[in-house]
């Protein structure tokens, strides 16, 4: 079992930065892909960034290419979404997960964690 809880979130004026963080508890970090998503209010779960289990390899979606970056630190079993020149429309809850995989338009993790909001005002 793996617990994953993200920190970070708050209010930002746009333009401005964040950083979260996803701690995850156990010994199996190093053996998920990861993933940050994020989901607005009335909205479906969006995916924003995804890493493999070394780091060496990451994607992200369109909305938030060039401004985004996803890194880890297996030693820290954390991971991270760095998020810069952020804009009103990046408001949401934010969620990072395990192993996260499509079936067709919806997304499954192994595991999810509980969320942090993220709101940008213009």
């Known amino acids: 079992q793996v617990q994953l809880v993200e920190s970070g979130g708050g209010l930002v004026q746009a333009g401005g930065s964040l950083r979260l963080s996803c701690l995850a508890s156990g010994h199996t970090f190093s053996r998920y892909e990861m993933g940050w998503f994020r989901q607005a209010p009335g909205k479906e779960r969006q995916f924003v960034a995804g890493?493999?289990?070394?780091?060496?390899?990451?994607w992200y979606d369109d909305s938030v290419e060039g401004r985004f970056t996803i890194s880890r630190d297996n030693a820290k079993n954390t991971v991270y979404l760095q998020m810069n020149s952020l804009r009103p429309e990046d408001t949401g809850v934010y969620y990072c997960a395990a192993n996260p995989t499509k079936y067709g338009s919806r997304w499954s993790g192994d595991y999810w964690g509980q969320g942090t909001q993220v709101t940008v005002s213009s």
């Open positions: 890493i493999t289990r070394g780091g060496a390899t990451t």
